[in-house]
């Protein structure tokens, strides 16, 4: 069954977008969408925002003067997303439903679908991502970002967690937060390659993650952001990041 994180809204808020892993997060992903033009603020575009959360993402496309629809199964999410909004004067088109059944009944074609950080959270992701690129416009584009198998194995090396990797890397308690189900890269650019040209990529947190004194993370804030916008789009940090970004245009 795929996650809806409305049990926990507010704990999910808090702790994905108030630490220092949520802020840059979107920070880097901003950076990378901004390369594509979407602060190009006189080519206004219709965006899919899927699995949007609180709308962090679907505020700040909203911002650029775009045609922002959001999609969340948390109620709770996105009345704080709306709330932002009104208190913005921004307009979006904030809706209650899963990914599938959005997708399923929609006729609307989007000039890019966003989708952050919501495959490790779905029972069958190659068909979200199917149902997705029906969504996009002929030549539209795909935001995707997935928790990386590469990166959660590298990490649980370098800790010695040996028993666990031993075990699938799956523990019998789950951690509220802590998705479970890692991506293996290789896979998502072999689902990607069907349908899409794969465009850009790049390393979430390949550096912050990886620092030994975490007071740095906060102190340190924008010495860590400058460095993973320097060396993060490139391999191996790539391949390092807690997340993948990809950017792909339809074929």
């Keep these: ?11 999910f808020n808090k702790n994905i977008y108030r630490t220092s892993k949520g802020r840059l997060r979107l920070e880097l992903l901003k950076a990378d969408l901004t390369e594509f033009k979407l602060t190009d603020h006189s080519a206004p575009l219709s965006i899919l925002d899927a699995g949007c959360g609180s709308g962090e993402m ?6 650029q003067g775009h045609q922002v629809t959001a999609v969340d199964l948390s109620p709770s999410l996105l009345a704080l997303g709306a709330e932002q909004a009104q208190q913005q ?6 809706l209650n ?5 959005f997708c399923q009944h929609n006729e609307h074609l989007y000039d890019w679908v966003i989708c952050h950080a919501v ?8 068909a979200v991502l199917t149902l997705l690129k029906n969504q996009l416009k002929p030549g539209g584009y795909l935001s995707l970002m997935f928790f990386n198998h590469t990166a959660k194995l ?3 090396l370098l800790y010695g967690n040996f028993d666990y ?10 951690v509220s937060l802590n998705p479970q189900n890692a991506l293996k890269p290789e896979q998502v650019y072999l689902w990607l390659e069907t349908n899409f040209k794969l465009l850009h990529k790049r390393g979430i947190r390949s550096i912050h993650d990886y620092i030994y004194d975490r007071s740095l993370w906060q102190s340190q804030f924008e010495q860590i952001l400058k460095k993973e916008l320097a060396y993060s789009h490139t391999e191996p ?3 390092l990041g807690k997340y993948i970004h990809v950017i792909a245009q339809k074929k």
């Design 1 to 11: 069954m795929d996650r809806s994180f409305e049990p926990i809204a507010d704990k």
């Design 58 to 63: 679907a505020l700040w496309l909203a911002k």
């Design 89 to 94: 004067g921004l307009n979006v088109n904030w």
């Design 97 to 101: 439903n899963s990914i599938q059944t």
């Design 119 to 126: 495959f490790e959270w779905v029972d069958d992701p190659q």
């Design 154 to 156: 590298f990490g649980n």
């Design 165 to 174: 990797i031993d075990a699938g890397m799956q523990v019998k308690k789950q």
């Design 237 to 239: 940090f790539i391949s």
